[in-house]
Nanobody, 116 residues
Framework: QVQLVESGGGVVQAGGSLRLSCTAL????????MRWFRRAPGEEREFVAA????????DYASSVKGRFTVSRDVVTNTVYLQMDGLKPEDTAIYYC?????????WGQGTQVTVSS
């Protein structure tokens, strides 16, 4: 069983930046497709970004492309989501996910609030 521990959420003004972290306990991040999702109040959960097992291929939702960057550090077994140019519509709970076709692990979520 892999436990994903997220941190880095908070309150920031529009245009600001935050970096979310997701540390995998009991597993190694390069064994999974690591993904970030978010759920805004009253909305469905939506895909934000993903990093393939190689760590070289990243995918982004169109709404965050060019503003968010996903990366990883295999030494600390941590995946990051660097969020720049934040907008009020980015306000949501952000969840880290470790995925293969056999397993699907989720973190507890971290709140990001962007004030206008």
């Amino acid at each position: 069983q892999v436990q994903l521990v997220e941190s880095g959420g908070g309150v920031v003004q529009a245009g600001g930046s935050l970096r979310l972290s997701c540390t995998a306990l009991g597993g190694t991040v390069n064994n999974y497709r690591m993904r970030w999702f978010r759920r805004a109040p009253g909305e469905e959960r939506e895909f934000v970004a993903a990093l393939g097992r190689s760590g070289r291929v990243a995918d982004y939702a169109s709404s965050v492309k060019g503003r968010f960057t996903v990366s990883r550090d295999v030494v600390t077994n941590t995946v990051y989501l660097q969020m720049d140019g934040l907008k009020p519509e980015d306000t949501a709970i952000y969840y880290c996910n470790a995925f293969t076709t056999a397993v699907d692990y989720w973190g507890q979520g971290t709140q990001v609030t962007v004030s206008s």
